[in-house]
């Protein structure tokens, strides 16, 4: 399996939001669950923006280019996102664009990405390579993976053409949820472990949802986590889950999910903590079963 993960994937579901302007950093800070203020040219942030009742609205890689700052997300919330970021701009001296047809963003993992990086770096590593930007990410079976971000018409990186669906498992298999439009408004981010793979910050100033955020991480309010998942047949992005021994009431919720290349579907699932250890399906009605991997990270104790 680690071998099939090698090469380079053109990466279409995702879109580029372009903040442009002197206080394109400070908007961003003030907005997202990330400290953006402190953000230099060697580091990318994953944030979320999120609703006054402290659920996402959409998720963010955050990067930092010479005369502009990008964010990148799923593609199908961009518009959505766009037009709710652009109302809080007010007085600052900021211009959101959506810069998708500027940019080309690739996938690369493995060897490939050895071969152009020197070797794995942390996540969230960002690192100017002529006028691409590469950001390392959390890796994925073992195999180191990056995005990279250059103009529009530049060419990528030398390497074998990765399958984007091999790309889409990666996602998966990292257990670093993208959110989309079938759950945007559903989760605080921990319940996506978002504190957890580096996607908050509990020190920087206020943000919108921020209070919801807080409460849950420090008042012991935080009942659900995100999980990898396998299930045999195919699954939907926002597919409802179930304890076998409650389908009345589900328990969880399908956040992101991609075909298996050993067969099947695995998937990031958001849970009740106190459902991890039964039995599960996805539908009440169809009972497809599911069945918890362990995640490929250690979750957040102290802050």
């Given at each position: 399996m680690t071998d099939l993960l090698n090469g380079i994937a053109a990466l279409s579901h995702l879109g580029v939001i372009r903040v442009a302007g002197e206080d394109a950093g400070a908007f961003?800070?003030?907005?997202?669950?990330?400290?953006?203020?402190?953000?230099?040219?060697?580091?990318?942030?994953?944030?979320a923006f999120l609703s006054a009742k402290g659920r996402m609205q959409a998720s963010f890689?955050?990067?930092?280019?010479?005369?502009?700052?990008?964010?990148?997300?799923?593609?199908?919330?961009?518009?959505?996102?766009?037009?709710?970021?652009?109302?809080?701009?007010?007085?600052?001296k900021a211009r959101l664009t959506d810069a998708s047809a500027d940019f080309a963003l690739y996938g690369l993992a493995g060897d490939t990405l050895a071969a152009v990086a020197g070797g794995a770096q942390p996540a969230w590593s960002k690192a100017d390579i002529g006028a691409a930007s590469l950001v390392h990410l959390y890796p994925a079976a073992n195999q180191p993976r990056a995005l990279w971000v250059a103009?529009?018409?530049?060419?990528?990186?030398?390497?074998?053409?990765?399958a984007t669906a091999l790309w889409l498992w990666s996602e998966v298999a990292s257990g670093v949820a993208t959110l989309s439009s079938p759950v945007a408004q559903v989760f605080?981010?921990?319940?996506?472990?978002?504190e957890s793979v580096g996607g908050v910050s509990f020190k920087k100033?206020?943000?919108?949802?921020?209070?919801?955020?807080a409460?849950?991480?420090?008042?012991?309010?935080?009942?659900?986590?995100?999980?990898?998942?396998?299930?045999?047949?195919?699954?939907?992005?926002?597919?409802?889950?179930?304890?076998a021994t409650d389908l009345t009431q589900p328990c969880g919720t399908v956040v992101q999910a991609a075909a298996a290349p050993g067969g099947g579907v695995d998937a990031i699932v958001s849970l009740q903590i106190a459902a991890a250890h039964q039995?599960?399906?996805?539908?009440?009605?169809?009972?497809?079963?599911?069945?918890?991997?362990p995640l490929p990270y250690p979750l957040l104790q102290d802050i």
């Open positions: 961003l800070h003030s907005q997202l669950t990330q400290d953006f203020s402190s953000l230099d040219m060697r580091q990318a942030r994953l944030a890689i955050g990067l930092r280019r010479p005369d502009e700052w990008l964010l990148l997300c799923s593609r199908d919330l961009l518009p959505a996102t766009l037009a709710r970021l652009s109302m809080f701009v007010l007085r600052a103009p529009a018409g530049d060419p990528p990186p030398a390497g074998p053409a990765l605080v981010p921990q319940m996506l472990n978002y100033g206020c943000y919108p949802g921020q209070e919801v955020v409460r849950s991480q420090f008042r012991g309010t935080l009942k659900r986590r995100a999980y990898i998942a396998h299930a045999e047949a195919d699954i939907a992005v926002g597919a409802e889950v179930f304890a039995a599960l399906q996805v539908g009440a009605a169809t009972a497809q079963p599911l069945t918890l991997a």
